[in-house]
């Protein structure tokens, strides 16, 4: 397997605490629960696989052609397309219109700031079937910690053919307006030796819900009530932004 693949896996496959939500809207916003529904920055295909089984119909965007390429394969029989673009400039043609555009688990927070994410609801409006519905899930304020004084989190974690893949949160730092999580990616052979190890780091936007709203209703959405994911053990807990078009 890749390691974009694998590693994106390991990091985000095991994230389940927001499929309820993502069914759920499926289920309300589209014909019958059949869609269709697009899935921005879907990445492996966590969600889109998951609607999929259910019988909706999705176009799955991702800006990386490599992970696109894992889900197509995994999607095999299934109701899924998928989309290699830029989620802050995307044209799937005229006759692509979603009532449900999703952007699961943080996509959102990672456009660069207010410019990438007035390209993406730019991009998503033009998408929207009549009364379609944007729903964008924000991460909850990331505490900053560091391994030194705070001790490590426990790692994600997968084996393959007897290789131990561990990606372990380092430290979650503070840059403005945005959060650095930096991680360590660490590959150990069946005896348990590191054969390998990476830093890995990731910035999220430091945006509100209320801040998403404002900037979506400048361009023409309504905002409507926001949905809640709680926190887990593990995951923090995500509000997501409703933005009718
Ligand atoms: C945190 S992962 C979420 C993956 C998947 N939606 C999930 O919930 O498991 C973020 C995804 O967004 C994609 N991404 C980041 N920036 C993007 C952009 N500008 N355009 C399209 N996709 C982007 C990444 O390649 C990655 O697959």
Redo the contacts with the bound molecule.
Sequence with gaps: MILDVLW?DV???G?AE?LPLWRRLAESETDGGRGPVL??????????LDLAARGVSVVA????AT?LSALDERAAGLPVRTAV????A?ALGDDARFSLII?????LQ???GPE?RAG?LRSARAHLAPRGAVAAALADALESFDSESDGLPEPDTCELDGVRYASRPLAVVDEGDRAAIHRLRQVEDAGGAVTSEAHDV?RLDRVSAAEVAEEAEALGFTAESALRIPATDVYVGSTVVVLRG
């Excluded at 673009?85 to 802050?88: H, I, K, L, N």
């Design positions: 994106h990091e985000c496959g994230y927001d899935d921005v920055g879907a990445g492996t295909g966590r969600v889109s965007l991702d800006a990386e992970l673009a830029d989620a802050r995307f952007v699961p688990m943080q996509t990672l456009l660069g990438g993406f990731i």
